[in-house]
């Protein structure tokens, strides 16, 4: 299959970020880390990433408006175009040398998702969707899990530590609803590699609250894009900003909003 010149873009930044990445990620005791909040921290490698992804889309596309965890809003002359990037989505598990991170690159035009990017460097494999035209992993087309059981499901979920306290509370409380519904639930540290996996039809469902524009922009498109449903944890149609997701097949989506709500 031959890739759009969209996706050619935006994958030739997330393997020049990938190359950054992995270069630190072999020195990562070496590190400079800084903390953002209470277990909230960035290092060196999130800011070089960052950059990296930077420069190869603002050169490929210099109207285009960016927003990045790290740099924030650079607001471009096009007015229809907005790249929203975390440069490493799992920076926890990074600096703790656990192989499970990715790059995230969304594309949004005129507020809609069209274009998606979710890549591992260590597994290398290579998550896309485009709007309308399907989500891959490395060119095999994906499709979201058929199992239409809750109780036969691994769902996964995140959990935040800083977090309101009234947050913690409900967050916990619904992991032990789902837990006591599903087959299994998971916690790995990266809400876009959440999504892509559940694009992919290995997780059978995704929930998690407090989340960022730039943890879910990719995924959601490409959850979409793998034929599942993906709203936010009130059931409303799903942006960026919304903050929270709930994504799986149509009939796992209900069932897991039904096991929610009983919370
Ligand atoms: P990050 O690694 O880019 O910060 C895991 O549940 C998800 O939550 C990840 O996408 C992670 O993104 C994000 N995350 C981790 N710690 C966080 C914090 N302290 N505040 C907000 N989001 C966080
Ligand atoms: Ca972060
Ligand atoms: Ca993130
Ligand atoms: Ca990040």
């Not at 400079?32 to 950059?51: I, Y």
């Not at 199992?147 to 691994?154: E, I, K, M, Q």
């Not at 894009?225 to 989506?253: C, F, M, Q, R």
Request: charged share 25%; glycine share 8%.
């Amino acid at each position: 299959m031959a890739q759009s010149a969209l996706l050619t873009i935006m994958t030739a930044a997330a393997r020049k970020a990938a190359r950054s990445l992995k270069r630190d990620f072999g020195e990562v005791e070496n590190l400079q880390v800084s903390r953002k909040g209470p277990a909230d921290f960035v290092s060196a490698a999130d800011k070089r990433a960052e950059r990296a992804i930077y420069e190869e889309l603002h050169k490929s596309r210099p109207t285009y408006s960016f927003l990045m965890e790290e740099g924030g809003e650079i607001e471009g002359t096009d007015g229809q175009h907005r790249w929203i990037i975390d440069p490493l989505d799992g920076t926890t598990n990074f600096l703790h040398s656990i192989p499970m991170f990715a790059i995230s690159i969304g594309l949004e035009r005129n507020g809609q998702m069209v274009g998606g990017v979710i890549y591992n460097p260590i597994t290398d494999e290579l998550f896309t969707a485009e709007r309308g035209k399907g989500a891959f992993l490395n060119n095999r087309r994906l499709r979201v899990s058929g199992r239409v059981h809750l109780a036969d499901a691994v769902a996964v979920t995140g959990i935040k530590q800083t977090a309101s306290a009234r947050n913690d509370a409900t967050t916990i409380a619904e992991a032990a609803a789902m837990n006591a519904a599903c087959a299994g639930i998971r916690r790995t540290g990266s809400a876009a590699l959440d999504l892509a996996y559940v694009a992919a039809g290995r997780f059978d469902g995704m929930w998690e609250r407090d989340l960022a524009p730039w943890d879910i922009a990719a995924g959601i498109l490409m959850v979409r894009e793998a034929g599942g449903l993906v709203t936010d944890l009130s059931n409303k149609e799903i942006k960026p900003e919304s903050g929270s997701v709930l994504a799986a097949n149509e009939k796992l989506h209900a069932q897991m909003r039904k096991a929610l709500k009983a919370v």
